[in-house]
């Protein structure tokens, strides 16, 4: 799986005005239906650095992506 979008919700969360925010989520659900922050855990297995993941992780949850 490509992370880019969701990097892309993450850097919007924190960068755009809400609405623009909100089309990121809107998009990237609509692109990935499945995409939740449990599964960006599991394909993230490779970063080992508990910090960095749970801030992506807390910037998708805070951007609105389901758990």
């Given at each position: 799986?490509?992370?880019?979008?969701?990097?892309?919700?993450?850097?919007?969360?924190?960068?755009?005005?809400?609405?623009?925010?909100?089309?990121?989520v809107?998009?990237?659900?609509?692109?990935?239906?499945?995409?939740?922050?449990?599964l960006?855990?599991?394909?993230?297995?490779?970063?080992?650095?508990?910090?960095?993941?749970?801030?992506?992780?807390?910037?998708?949850?805070?951007?609105?992506?389901?758990?």
């Amino acid at each position: 799986m490509n992370f880019s979008r969701s990097s892309m919700t993450l850097h919007s969360f924190h960068l755009q005005p809400e609405d623009e925010r909100q089309a990121a989520v809107a998009e990237l659900l609509e692109r990935k239906p499945g995409f939740t922050c449990e599964l960006a855990r599991k394909r993230l297995f490779y970063v080992k650095d508990e910090t960095h993941l749970a801030t992506y992780l807390e910037g998708l949850d805070k951007a609105g992506i389901p758990p």
